[in-house]
């Protein structure tokens, strides 16, 4: 039923920027968690950021605290993830995801899920 679709990936230098958009479809956008994870080729699929859909609090993992901002626009049902200071690490498919639950850190938490976006960062 929910379709989302990210968008902004690309390749940028060290210490460069990007902005991914996740778009959604459907109105009920504003009850899901929205989150960003990060997969990098012979590696598992890892959390990097989230937004509740109760209070709009923002939670990250520890290698992006300070460097990534998530944030959304639940009028546009869109979900942001500003990456600033991009290191060659960060290089992955970046997905969204949407679920029902207040805050999410695991992928088995999110029901729909993107179809990634490549942000490559070289150095």
């Known amino acids: 039923q929910v379709q989302l679709v990210e968008s902004g990936g690309g390749s940028v230098q060290a210490g460069g920027s990007l902005r991914l958009s996740c778009a959604a479809s459907?109105?009920?956008?504003?009850?899901?968690?929205m989150g960003w994870f990060r997969q990098a080729p012979g590696k598992e699929r890892e959390f990097v950021a989230a937004?509740?859909?109760?209070?709009?609090?923002?939670y990250y993992a520890d290698s992006v605290k300070g460097r990534f901002t998530i944030s959304r626009d639940n009028a546009k049902n869109t979900v942001y993830l500003q990456m600033n200071s991009l290191k060659p690490e960060d290089t992955a498919v970046y997905y969204c995801?949407?679920?029902?639950?207040?805050?999410?850190?695991?992928?088995?938490?999110?029901?729909?899920w993107g179809q990634g976006t490549q942000v490559t960062v070289s150095s």
């Open positions: 937004i509740s859909w109760s209070d709009a609090n923002t």
């Open positions: 995801a949407a679920g029902p639950y207040d805050i999410g850190y695991k992928p088995r938490e999110y029901e729909y």
């Open positions: 459907g109105p009920r956008f504003s009850s899901y968690a």
